[in-house]
């Protein structure tokens, strides 16, 4: 199984996705308009971050915090109040557009102004998610050109694992819908990005039948939350509640992603994978 885990039956990786206003506006800036929806989604920087820290410096764990460039450069000061309290920031587009619905150039460009957007504010990243989990052919080898040493977007294993690139290889900490918030508290009429309210208990629960299969199989437990999601009152409460059963457990290991990205970059029982895009011949499947 390697040296990555450091003996530990699985890692925890607790990332919070700071997207405020960008996924709204990116399904059009017309939203802006909207005073209600800017306010749910404003919540996120403003109310459930500070309420994050807080509780992740009373139980003592680490965490990644994916900031789009937009929201840090219209909110100065976020990504440092985050780095102050001992916890990563890293790259997570600017515009919070998919790649996937960008050109290749367009991507490049917004890859770029979020590197510009932190090199300005001195904030040190390690690491990429992109928008919407939406990664491009072309991601990797973005995260690999700009001295990124991680992506967290694929879904391509339950453990990390290495891509290839046409530079370094990169280090890939994989996600997964189940162990995304998003799908269990996302709602908003319009633009529509979810229909259920699920309850925080059945939520946990959910969370901790899987983290149970992690710890049989030595796996990576990357939880992916939304501050203005997750940082309400009784969704945080059952957080606090999960992260304390976890803790006492006794073989888990929590981790910010760089940490972990180095450890697997440090261990030799891990060779990269070359993603192959695979052949859909027009007549088989049409567009």
């Not at 979810?194 to 149970?212: H, N, Q, Y």
């Not at 606090?240 to 457990?249: C, G, K, Q, V, Y």
């Not at 450890?263 to 088989?284: G, K, Q």
């Amino acid at each position: 199984m390697g040296t990555w885990h450091n003996g530990a039956a699985a890692v925890v990786t607790l990332t919070f996705d700071v997207d405020a206003e960008t996924p709204v506006l990116a399904e059009g800036r017309r939203y802006a308009d909207n005073l209600m929806t800017m306010s749910h989604q404003s919540y996120g920087p403003d109310v459930g971050v500070p309420r994050i820290l807080d509780l992740l410096e009373d139980m003592n764990v680490p965490a990644t915090f994916f900031i789009p460039g937009w929201v840090a450069e219209h909110r100065p000061g976020l990504a440092d109040s985050i780095v102050q309290r001992g916890h990563e920031v890293a790259h997570h587009s600017y515009s919070h557009r998919s790649p996937t619905s960008m050109t290749a150039d367009e991507e490049r460009a917004d890859f770029e102004r979020a590197v510009e957007v932190f090199s300005s504010q001195r904030i040190e990243i390690a690491g990429h998610r992109a928008a919407s989990w939406g990664a491009s052919w072309q991601t990797p080898s973005l995260v690999a050109e700009y001295g990124l040493i991680y992506d967290s977007s694929l879904m391509g294993d339950d453990r990390p694992y290495e891509i290839a690139t046409n530079l370094t290889p990169i280090v890939e900490l994989p996600v997964h819908w189940s162990l995304d918030d998003w799908e269990q508290y996302a709602f908003l009429p319009d633009p529509h990005i979810g229909s259920v309210i699920e309850s925080p208990v059945k939520v946990t629960e959910m969370w901790r039948a899987e983290l149970d299969g992690m710890r049989r199989y030595q796996c990576l437990f990357n939880l992916c939350m939304h501050p203005f999601l997750s940082g309400r009152p009784g969704r945080i409460m059952a957080l606090r509640t999960f992260i304390e059963e976890t803790l006492e457990a006794g073989d888990v290991h929590f981790a910010r992603c760089r940490d972990l990205a180095q450890a697997v970059r440090d261990d030799a029982s891990i060779s990269p994978r070359r993603l192959v895009r695979p052949p859909v011949p027009p007549d088989v499947y049409p567009l």
